[in-house]
C-alpha cells in the first residue's frame, strides 16, 4: 500500500521560512516522481496547483512559476523521504500541501497517490 506522510507545516510571518517532509513508504521511490501540490483557501479540488516535483530517477525538477527562487524540493532515495524547503513565504503561499506521487514530473502532473496534505498558512 502506498502511504505518503506530510509533516512540517505550520504558521509563519510573509518572509520567513517553513520546510516540508515527507516520508514515503509501499512502492519503489526510483520509480515515481514525487512532488508538492497545493489547494488554496476557498479552491475547488480540481484547482491544486502543482508546487514542485522531482523525477527520482534522474533528478529532474519542475517547480511553478510563483515559487521558482523560492521553493527547494529534493529527495533522499535511501530514505524514501521528500523535503520542500520553502523560503521568503507569501501571504499567498497559503494553502494545504500534499505530498503527491505520479510517473511523471511536469506542469501536467497525473498524480496517483496522495498524502493526508498539511496546512501551511502564512500571515501578512
Known amino acids: 500500500e502506498v502511504q505518503l506522510v506530510e509533516s512540517g507545516g505550520g504558521l509563519v510571518q510573509a518572509g520567513g521560512s517553513l520546510r516540508l517532509s515527507c516520508a514515503a513508504s509501499?512502492?519503489?521511490?526510483?520509480?515515481?516522481?514525487i512532488g508538492w501540490v497545493r489547494q488554496a483557501p476557498g479552491k475547488e479540488r480540481e484547482v491544486r496547483e502543482v508546487?514542485?516535483?522531482?523525477?527520482?530517477?534522474?533528478?529532474?525538477?519542475y517547480y511553478a512559476d510563483s515559487v521558482k527562487g523560492r521553493f527547494t524540493i529534493s529527495s533522499d532515495n535511501a530514505r524514501n523521504t521528500l523535503t520542500l524547503q520553502m523560503n521568503n513565504l507569501k501571504p499567498e503561499d497559503t494553502a494545504v500541501y500534499y505530498c503527491a506521487a505520479s510517473q511523471e514530473c511536469g506542469i501536467d502532473y497525473p498524480v496517483t497517490s496522495w498524502g493526508q496534505g498539511t496546512q501551511v498558512t502564512v500571515s501578512s
Open positions: 508546487v514542485s516535483c522531482i523525477s527520482s530517477s534522474d533528478g529532474t525538477t
Open positions: 509501499g512502492f519503489t521511490f526510483d520509480d515515481y516522481a
